[in-house]
Each structure stands twice: as structure tokens, then as C-alpha cells.
């Protein structure tokens, strides 16, 4: 199953090129809804080298990023991997919470699915209301990558020491950018959007 391609939602800005718009606003969590049709959206933060991750966690905290995430992926579906979710302290509030995992001796609780696959996901996301967020960590963002019509990108002033989870380098080969934002703590969030053909 693969989700119709949404446009970006119409808005203001100035062209740097014929395809290209840079555009730049106050946080707007609406500005990501678009139209209603369901698109699955990578949303990660990468250092200056696309580190994701040290020791099975997040190498840095920045409120910024974690208000930007959380306004940005409220009420939709996130799905992220079993060694993601058992860094977090329960579900994500007001999401409705998806754990990727093989092993069959998990189980689905409260405002939580545990699926086995990427096309058991898929399916259920084509069927629900709202997008389909893709929220890590390395190996959830490589099971879905052919499948990602969007990624939104923070990007965080560092260079983190001993890093040892990362991003694919071509991990945006295909997206272009599309828009901007500056967040507090100097974080940059840029959004992508696919332009060619997902790699089969
Ligand atoms: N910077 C960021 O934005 C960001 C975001 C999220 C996470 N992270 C970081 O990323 C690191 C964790 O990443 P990770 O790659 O080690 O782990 P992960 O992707 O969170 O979880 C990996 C696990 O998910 C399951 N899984 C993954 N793909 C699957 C598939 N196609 N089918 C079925 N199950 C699948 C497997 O679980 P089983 O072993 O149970 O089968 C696999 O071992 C941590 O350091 C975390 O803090 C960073």
C-alpha cells in the first residue's frame, strides 16, 4: 500500500528557483496538515555529522525540538522501533503510539499497537485520519525509507563525540527542500519533499 503523494500546502515566500521555495514563518503546526489525505512523514534531528544517537539515546536535549515535535505530530500516528520506545517513559500523549518489533511476545496495550511488519503499519495508517509520522529510531527510519513522502529535518549545532547511531548518507537523495524554520536554542527544522520515484 502506498499513500497518494500530497503538495505541499499552498503559501507565501519568495522563489529561489522555479521549483524552490524558501519561506519562513512563526511555528504553525496547522501549516503541516495540508490536505486530508494521509502522508508518511519522516521526522528526525541529526547533528553536523547525521548522528541520531549515542548509547541508545538521544545525545542531546533541546525543548525547542521536543515542543516542535510534539505540536507537529499531535494527533497522528507515530511509529517508531522497539529500542526507541524503551526510551521513552510510556506513550506519546494524544498519538496514537505504533512499536515496530519481530517479536511476537509483544503486546499491544493502552494507546499502544505493537506491529511485526512495515505493510501491517502501512495499512493500518492508510485507514485512520490524520499522517503517518516516522519518528525512529536508525532501523525504523531504514524500514521505511522507500515509503517517506516528506521528512522534516532538525537540525542541531553539534558534533556529538562517540556517536554511534546515524542516517543514512543519501537519506534525502530524491526530496527537496521546500521550507524553512528557525526554532529557538539555534535549532534549523527544514522540510522535504519527494521529487522522484521511491527506490523499490
Ligand atoms: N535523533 C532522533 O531524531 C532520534 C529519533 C529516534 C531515535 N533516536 C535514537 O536512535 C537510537 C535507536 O535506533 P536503533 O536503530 O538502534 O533502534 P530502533 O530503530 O528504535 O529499533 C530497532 C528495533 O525495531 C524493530 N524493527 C525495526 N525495523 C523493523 C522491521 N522492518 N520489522 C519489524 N521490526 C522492526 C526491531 O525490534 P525487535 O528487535 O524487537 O525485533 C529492531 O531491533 C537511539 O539512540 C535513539 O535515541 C534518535
Known sequence: MKAARIMPSPRIGFTLSKSRWLYVE???PL???GPPSMAIIGIVAVDRN??????????WHYSADM??????TIGNAVVMGRRTWLTL???LKDRQNIVLSRDPSLDSQDSLIVMHDVES???YAGKQDGHLFVIGGAKVY?????HIDRWIVTEVPLTVEGADTFMPRDFLDGFEMYELRQLDEGLRVKFYERVSEARP
Not at 67 to 72: A, G, L, P, V
Not at 142 to 146: I, N, Q
Open 142 to 146: 531504514a524500514s521505511f525509507l522507500a
Open 50 to 59: 547525521l548522528a541520531i544517537g549515542k548509547g541508545g539515546r538521544l545525545p
Open 89 to 91: 517513559k510510556g506513550p
Open 121 to 123: 503499519v502501512l495499512s
Open 31 to 33: 501549516a503541516l496538515k
Open 26 to 28: 512563526p511555528y504553525s
Open 67 to 72: 515542543k516542535f515535535f510534539k505540536e507537529t
